[in-house]
């Protein structure tokens, strides 16, 4: 697998079931790289949780962005330069070989297993289909596991859309925290990251690939309006969007985010109590919806607010 692609694979699977699910997807690329000016201004959402030496704000990020939107600005900018820790799901290294060895232990076939033996009729015929459509090869998606071929689709098609994973908030907030000499962390490992996926049972792991081919027809069909939600800042809209998207795979919901979400809401209490100022970016699925991490500190009796943003 070239450099490149491995590159665009990686944070594809680090985009989680927002990649995954497609709604975070090519339609908006296509709407932002056709329709929208040179300098589209977006003001996404943010939060602060804070005690008397501690502040934390909460952070949705959009993994995939188009060039061109504007949203590293206002209150995001002013959090980050203001904090002393960028945290962020996992780090990953920016050589892509670093991560090929978990790409072959997690997402690969045994040599003596095809893709195309695991999966129904219909989801084979599908499946070439929108591989022939967006020009990847089948022997090379034989070789993968459901799930990875279902993020390599998502990848391919967000990127050949206008998508560009360079463009995510992640680069962005990993370069300006990298510039100021910030420290970076993440609540999980690339391993444990993948290993989400590569944990699925084989049942899941179809349902996954085949909601990604089901969804391919939405890339061009609903004009970017998750990316549109996130850039306003509407966090019930993403909600919406992502309970949509992930109920043909409600097991995948609760191992990419519901259970994710209460670890992270446990991490983000417990380190109220050591000083500092943090940036804690995850994806924006996470803080949206009934069981957000916002929702789970309240839960546990902490006050999240949402800062103010110009744009509202």
């Known amino acids: 697998m070239r450099p490149s692609r491995l590159r665009g694979l ?15 997807g090519g339609a908006t690329a296509a709407r932002a790289r056709q329709d929208a000016p040179a300098a589209t201004v977006a003001t996404p959402a943010l939060w602060v949780i804070h005690d008397h030496d501690t502040v934390i704000f909460l952070f949705g990020t959009s993994h995939l962005l188009p060039e061109g939107l504007r949203w590293f600005d206002g209150p995001v900018k002013a959090a980050c330069d203001t904090a002393d820790t ?105 391993g444990q990251q993948f290993g989400f996926f590569a944990s699925l049972p084989p049942a899941e792991e179809t349902a996954l690939l085949a909601a990604t081919l089901n969804d391919f027809g939405k890339l061009r069909q609903e004009s970017g309006a998750l990316i549109d939600d996130w850039a306003r800042g509407d966090v019930e809209k993403v909600g919406e969007r992502l309970n949509e ?60 607010a949402r800062l103010a943003n110009p744009g509202q």
Request: charged fraction near 15%; glycine fraction near 8%.
């Open 86 to 190: 960028l945290v962020l799901e996992p780090v990953m290294p920016d050589d892509p070989a670093a991560i090929a060895p978990l790409i072959r232990q997690l997402g690969l076939n045994p040599p003596d297993r095809r893709l195309t033996d695991q999966l129904p009729p219909k989801v084979l015929t599908q499946l070439e289909t929108v591989a022939g459509q967006v020009g990847l090869p089948m022997a090379a998606l034989d070789t993968m596991r459901p799930w990875l071929a279902g993020t390599t689709i998502a990848v391919t098609s967000l990127t050949q859309l206008g998508f560009d994973p360079r463009h995510g908030a992640e680069e962005v907030l990993k370069t300006q925290a990298r510039a100021a000499g910030k420290t970076i962390m993440g609540l999980e490992t690339p």
């Open 10 to 24: 990686i944070n594809a699977v680090t985009a989680g079931v927002l990649a995954c699910g497609l709604l975070l």
């Open 245 to 304: 998207s992930m109920s043909t795979t409600p097991l995948l919901a609760r191992v990419l985010i519901d259970d994710r979400n209460a670890r992270w809401a446990e991490w983000i209490a417990a380190r109220l109590a050591k000083p500092g100022r943090l940036v804690v970016a995850v994806g924006a699925g996470h803080l949206a919806g009934g069981k957000s991490v916002q929702n789970l500190l309240a839960a546990k009796g902490l006050t999240v």
